[in-house]
């Protein structure tokens, strides 16, 4: 017994991360060396024994580690024994490359064997062509299958979902459904509960795993199923659908048509996927990028990257005219122009992190219509405390540094306004957004940044030219 | 059979999001108002009905969304009908408020009841005193249960694991297995696999339900049990858990102590919890805020924000600095002082844009020694190709503005070395934080700033004063 312990303990590392990734999480470099000569060498033995068994995940990262020459070679040389569905783990130039140096037959054949979400995942970037001649190759069932979840928009729950599940009516006893799992070879790979539906496909409930197995042979299904499982419609955004997940703790949940028929099953491993993309498309978007991949090239990295800079040279020079207004100022106390970039910096500092909040607690869907306004009066406070205080230092150094008391009560002045404007910048600016159906992650920098700089050089350089009477 | 679908799905529909929950997530207003007569009214018949039957994560949502005194009342009114996991659905001020309104015995009773993992949730916010008389209250099995939990550090596996879990020898049989599910009613309320032990308690292998289903009685687990089951150590922090659960598409992982034994279960309802908080931290620490939430006071608010903020002034002082050696130029020239914000703030504008992309690419591990010096170059491209780009763009504008030929080349060329310093600040900053193993989303933005506002202003400033041999 100890002994079988010790060598399931040996054989569970064999395959855990440790194996082929370094500390960092990063593969390791030797394993990585080792392959690469396998490849050079063309040595099938090693690469089926110490590559071709890999997770579809590690392999996803053995594909991205390793150069696209060595990428096609090592596809190529493992034939039928790559597994595909690794391809749904890699950067999608990644999946293309490899996609479009494999012959369509050995793609039809994979998908064949695939769960038809990873399928759908390979197939919907291949262009139409590709896309029917590969759907071709596949038998009836499948092709009307991945047809089906393809026909569905991307990013919802019907392109995301798996058409392979266990179904049974609802007359039938546990011990009826379990000799029909027991005997029926055509099951998906794996699952955690089975639906009940009527003879035309209409859901009628769910019975998880567990409960099935804690009940006596002769109950029927129709008196342990739940009825409320939470069916999610095809058309529903996979976002959505996320937020259910998250909301009841699902495992996975039916995939209905309009008619409440059941056409798929979406999984809790999926939809760990699609809110990962959500928390770091909000993260890329407050940062001024789009959906640009590590693999993508220079130029096109660039390219995304322009409109939103754009943008931002257009408010900057809005702020630049701002200060223009008040040119004869600057040039005769040019202690305001040394001073002017930290007004309008410490603004924009506060109010990015008013806007971070904001962004987040609308993306969660805690900040509501319901405490919106409380919110509001917050940041204002928290604007007005944090104005004060770094009025004052502000004040004091400034003072200091120019020997001036008047130079320091004009900047504590202007700093305590920008401040302030900047908290209800920070969370005006995308709650308006949001309430107008833009996403407030997009937009809301440029707009928060606009207003700190143009009211920090305005309220700053304003104050002094009044104060002094310059030009007036 | 046609009616009873109809009829499921009206149930369905009963606690569908839809139900209390208005089209933009909000919990609906009327609904709302309702609630709030009824808690006023003492109306427990309604409470019971519409309010006590809630999915825990809806109670939540309702508390979140009504007044503090509300809650308090709301909650004593429920008494025992309060389902206490509706806490751990909160912000943490919210749950510490009615944790401290409500009776200990009440408290521990509900505890009982609970999941350990939601028990401990709760327990690990009290203080000391509270929680020792809390568990004193519990069963003994119950304590040394939540005592084993509470003993691991935070943000541990063995924090968040439920020490609930089936687990059974291998030398039974499929039929044994199913057998002792159905009598022994002190199983888990939902599991979807099992593990598989030694009479120490040593961790052999796990069997997913579905395996157990599709196979006949006579089978033994051991035939069927994988020993790959990548167990997580009690000590291995939730983060790295999380990974494992996204890269092998587990639903359950066994939790093992040192010496592998098995300790508890870790599910992926609580991994995606972790996941979203992970996401979140990085976004929040990029916007220069700590872990505050949206029910924090105005001066906790505050006091948490402060911190970044003088960094962030220090950094403004010293490019005050940087400008402050420039103004014989600025006085002479005043175009400089109107022009010199756009420099600095375009240069901070691109690093942000490389900055966000390589502190996301960090964490989600896409990032590592094997690319980092090809996404350094590329960064490198892209910041010279915008920053010609752009340096163009602005010389233009400027020479027209200012109708000064000089000052139009001079910009263009302190563009082009701002935006290509700012692309190599905003990758190299956070990989050599993390080298350093310093989260490069706490501070890289601090630094790239630092960088893009000081080159900006001294390539600007210093090439105008080199060129007009000012001071010189």
Chains 1, 2 share one sequence.
């Not at 012959?103 to 896309?131: F, R, T």
């Not at 998906?188 to 009940?196: A, L, N, R, Y």
Request: contains cysteine; glycine residues 6%.
């Amino acid at each position: 017994m100890s002994y079988t312990g010790d060598d399931n303990r040996m054989n569970a590392e064999d395959v855990d991360v440790s194996d082929i990734y370094a500390e960092d999480g990063s593969v390791r470099s030797d394993y990585l060396m080792h392959v690469g000569a396998a490849i050079a060498d063309r040595d099938l033995l090693y690469l089926r024994q110490h590559v071709a068994r890999l997770h579809a995940s590690e392999m996803g990262d053995l594909l991205e580690a390793i150069q696209a020459d060595q990428r096609r070679a090592l596809v190529s040389l493992l034939g039928n024994d790559f597994d595909l569905s690794a391809l749904t783990e890699v950067d999608e130039a990644i999946r293309l490359d490899i996609v479009e140096h494999l012959p369509n037959d050995q793609i039809a054949a994979a998908l064949g064997e695939m769960d038809s979400d990873d399928a759908v995942y390979i197939l919907e970037d291949l262009d139409q062509e590709d896309q029917e001649e590969i759907l071709a190759k596949l038998p009836f069932t499948e092709r009307v299958r991945l047809r089906r979840s393809l026909d569905y928009p991307e990013s919802t729950a019907g392109r995301r979902m798996q058409t392979e599940f266990v179904a049974v009516p609802p007359f039938w006893t546990v011990g009826q459904t379990i000799d029909y799992m027991r005997d029926d070879s055509e099951l998906p790979d794996s699952f955690t509960q089975i639906f009940v539906i009527d003879p035309t496909f209409r859901l009628l409930g769910a019975v998880d795993l567990d409960r099935i197995l804690r009940t006596k042979r002769s109950v029927k299904i129709e008196t342990i199923m739940r009825e409320t499982n939470h069916p999610v419609p095809a058309e529903m955004d996979q976002e959505e659908a996320a937020q259910l997940f998250e909301q009841y703790d699902l495992l996975s949940a039916a995939v209905v048509d309009e008619n409440n028929r059941l056409v798929g099953v979406l999984t809790i491993d999926d939809v760990v996927d699609v809110i990962q993309e959500e928390a770091e498309e909000d993260l890329m978007r407050l940062g001024g990028v789009g959906d640009e991949e590590l693999s993508d090239s220079i130029a096109s990295t660039s390219r995304s990257r322009v409109p939103w800079l754009m943008v931002n040279l257009f408010t900057a020079f809005l702020s630049a005219t701002v200060i223009s207004l008040f040119d004869a100022s600057i040039q005769q106390i040019v202690a305001l122009a040394i001073l002017m970039p930290t007004v309008a910096g410490m603004g924009g500092n506060a109010g990015s992190q008013t806007m971070t909040v904001t962004v987040r607690a609308l993306a969660t869907r805690n900040l509501d219509i319901h405490n919106a306004w409380r919110i509001v009066r917050r940041e204002a406070g928290v604007g007005l405390l944090n104005g004060m205080l770094f009025g004052v230092l502000v004040g004091c150094v400034a003072g200091v540094w120019f020997q001036d008391i008047n130079i320091a009560g004009i900047i504590a002045a202007a700093m305590l306004i920008n401040m302030t404007a900047a908290a209800l910048a920070g969370i005006l600016i995308p709650l308006l957004l949001d309430r107008f159906g833009a996403d407030p992650a997009v937009s809301s920098a440029v707009f928060v940044t606009a207003v700190t700089d143009m009211t920090g050089f305005s309220a700053f350089l304003g104050l002094a030219t009044w104060w002094f009477h310059i030009g007036g």
